[in-house]
């Protein structure tokens, strides 16, 4: 029997090189190789006359070698390869670039199959590297081939075979763990033909039929799994807190909050008065006042007796907290306190028994909260701040050291309520969507090169008023290989601080900095020692600076619509009128459009639907780092159906199965996706 975790390189036929390539993939055991799904699929099976090639259409043509191909030297790092090929209706002009070794590969006089992309006109038909081979073959023609991500060492060829020696290892082997009533019900094929048709179609209806079943399964599992995880909260019993008003902290406020602050803010006073622990998730756009909501969180805990944690991903996040929360809850009675790993080691002794005593209310720090030296008298909320910044085991960790805390986590990434639900199925959720009073409103512009020059004019104009910059490039410089030094942030910043802004204070931040640079040059930047900060997309989640009034943003193409919203969220922070820059020289249609949509609206929420409209949620479930499974199949820009399909079913069976019990082999693979453990969710 296949054992499914064995080690892809004990697959026949894959072997030591090829298991190291496909580990690029995140592809190491038989079980990732078999659902490593394609991203898309091509038809090869639509053959075409020459004379009826459409230009900018692909098609697969049958035809004969006319002549001895030649091969061009053309510079150093160019070779050509040209032959014309014809069949009964026209001739076709095929050239492969840097591809020498083809010169040999065809015989006159014999038939090919070609398929690749027809270019040219009715006079003179061309393709350029299409793929080929010996008619009768059909290995990579002929056929729907899937088309799957890939990296360097790893070709389509070489993934489809690895694909098919992993398939063929199990197939007598893959069980099916859907309950037969399920499948009957809904309509769903056996597990092998699925896998056997979603990577090898015979047709587009065992396609339908075999992605169907797929993306059914994906949701069931994905609903049973977090179904599972808020029942097992149900079943702990948290630290019930006491109804009391809220009127004493509103009245604290020097400003009114929105409605949405205090619908969250209720939200989260109603969970603590319950028997379980709250799970609850404050999802609101950058600047709709979050921070505001966890103050209010405290407070109401405090009223019970119970201390607080909040955590942020960095020391500047962590300070900022503590600079916005510490005046008021301190006005009100909540003693506050800074640990971060720079707390100095008298200071923090001293803390550390005070929040053992019980006298000091609410910590805030970073990931210092969860050394096995800080200890609490009575901990009930923790707070956490950016939740794609935490895994699941760093908030259990947190939340062990108290009995069964309630759990409040604050994100800025605005996602669509239908992904929310299922990314953070384990969470409660309150939408903060709509901003407080006077939060500026950021112009957004999407320009190409040629404005340059008059874009570094606006920036030093802004800067001679003394606001300040930052400018976000894609990525850092790495063995020379990006040939346009704007996109490495060190070569970036120096060029600017040479020819552009040599008056200026310009300095670089990357991920590859140390830590204790990385906070340095965010609190020169802060405090108004740089002019221009180059960045990378480290200042994603950053502190606040609401002196800095321009986003100049590099390549905005290589960055996703809710990415861009996020950096953009950097400005506009202030009294001053801010400014967002999208640079890209690339035209396409898609990139246009994404732009536009930033050009158009300041609305995270609206720009999240667009970003899921145009890439599927992959940005979305791009990362583990929430400890879910990731969605490998459904697409829920149009799996809807499927969803409220596979949902509803998982209820049911729940309904009568509550800890499916009489069913161990599906119990068993939602434990392996969801890596259940018991100390991992309240």
């Known amino acids: 029997m296949a054992d499914f975790t064995t080690d892809v390189r004990y697959i026949k036929g894959i072997g030591e090189a090829r298991a190291k390539s496909l580990q690029k993939l995140g592809i190491t055991d038989l079980r990732g190789l078999i659902s490593y799904f394609p991203r898309a699929y091509e038809d090869r099976r639509a053959f075409r006359r020459i004379a009826d090639l459409v230009p900018g259409e692909n098609a697969c043509v049958r035809a004969i070698v006319a002549g001895e191909p030649t091969l061009s030297h053309i510079r150093k790092g160019l070779d050509l390869v040209k032959l014309r090929v014809v069949d009964e209706s026209a001739a076709l002009d095929l050239t492969y670039f840097n591809q020498s070794y083809l010169k040999g590969s065809f015989r006159t006089g014999e038939e090919y199959v070609f398929y690749g992309r027809a270019e040219g006109d009715l006079l003179r038909r061309r393709m350029t590297n299409p793929l080929f081979e010996p008619v009768g073959e059909e290995r990579i023609t002929g056929r729907i081939m899937p088309i799957y991500p890939l990296t360097a060492g790893v070709s389509q060829t070489v993934l489809s075979k690895a694909i098919r020696q992993g398939l063929d290892a199990c197939a007598d082997d893959l069980s099916d763990f859907l309950p037969e009533e399920v499948r ?163 200071t923090r002794r001293s803390m550390l028994a005070q929040l053992q005593d019980g006298e000091i209310t609410l910590a805030i720090g970073t990931h210092a909260l969860l050394s096995p030296d800080v200890q609490y008298q009575n901990l009930g909320l923790v707070v956490t701040d950016e ?136 609190r020169a930047f802060a405090a108004g020692e740089i002019d221009v900060l180059v960045s990378t997309t480290v200042v994603e989640v950053g502190v606040d600076v609401p002196n800095a009034a321009v986003m100049l943003i590099e390549n905005a193409e290589c960055f996703g619509l809710s990415q861009l919203h996020q950096l953009r969220g950097r400005v506009g922070r202030g009294q001053h009128k801010s400014y967002c820059i999208l640079v890209s020289d690339n035209a396409g249609e898609d990139n246009r459009r994404r732009l536009a949509v930033m050009t158009k609206t300041n609305n995270g929420f609206e720009i999240a639907e667009e970003d899921l409209k145009l890439r599927g949620p992959g940005d979305f479930f791009g990362s583990r780092q929430h400890g879910l499974p990731s969605l490998r199949v459904a697409d829920l820009t149009c799996d809807m159906e499927l969803l409220h399909e596979s949902r509803a079913a998982a209820e049911r069976l729940l309904a009568d199965d509550p800890e499916l019990a009489a069913h161990p082999m599906l119990r068993r693979r939602i434990d392996e996706l969801f890596e259940l453990k018991s100390a991992s969710m309240n």
Request: charged share 25%.
């Open 184 to 346: 009957a019900e809904h309509r769903l094929c056996h597990v092998r033909y699925a896998y056997e048709n979603i990577h090898f179609p015979a047709d587009d209806e065992a396609l339908a039929v075999a992605r169907r079943r797929l993306v059914f399964e994906e949701l069931y599992l994905l609903t049973l799994g977090l179904r599972l995880l808020r029942n097992r909260r149900d079943a702990v019993t948290g630290q019930v807190c006491r109804a009391v008003p809220l009127t004493p902290f509103y009245d604290a406020l020097p400003f009114t909050l929105t409605g949405a602050q205090r619908r969250a803010i209720e939200d989260a006073a109603r969970d603590m008065c319950s028997p379980r622990p709250m799970n609850r998730l404050v999802q609101g756009d950058v600047g709709s006042g979050k921070t505001m909501v966890a103050a209010a969180a405290v407070w109401f805990a405090a009223q019970s007796g119970l201390q607080s944690a909040l955590m942020a991903p960095t020391e500047i996040l962590a300070e900022q907290h503590y600079k916005t929360l510490a005046p008021l809850l301190e006005s009100l009675g909540v003693r506050c306190a800074l640990l971060t790993a720079s707390t100095p080691a008298k």
């Open 387 to 522: 939740q794609h910044r935490f895994g699941v085991g760093q908030r259990a960790a947190l939340g062990a050291k108290g009995d069964d805390p309630h759990l409040l986590v604050m994100s800025a990434t605005p996602i669509p309520r239908t992904l929310a639900l299922m990314i953070y199925g384990d969470l409660d959720v309150s939408l903060i969507d709509e901003l407080p009073p006077g939060r500026q409103h950021i112009d957004t512009f999407a320009v190409n090169t040629s404005y340059r020059k008059r874009i570094y004019d606006f920036v030093r104009k802004l800067v001679g008023e003394g606001r300040q910059a930052y400018i976000v490039c894609p990525m850092v410089a790495e063995n020379d290989e990006l040939p346009d030094e704007r996109k490495a942030v060190t070569a970036y910043a120096e060029k600017l601080r040479r020819e552009v802004f040599p008056d200026l204070s310009v300095a670089p931040i990357h991920g590859r900095m140390k830590a204790k640079e990385k906070e340095q040059t965010m």
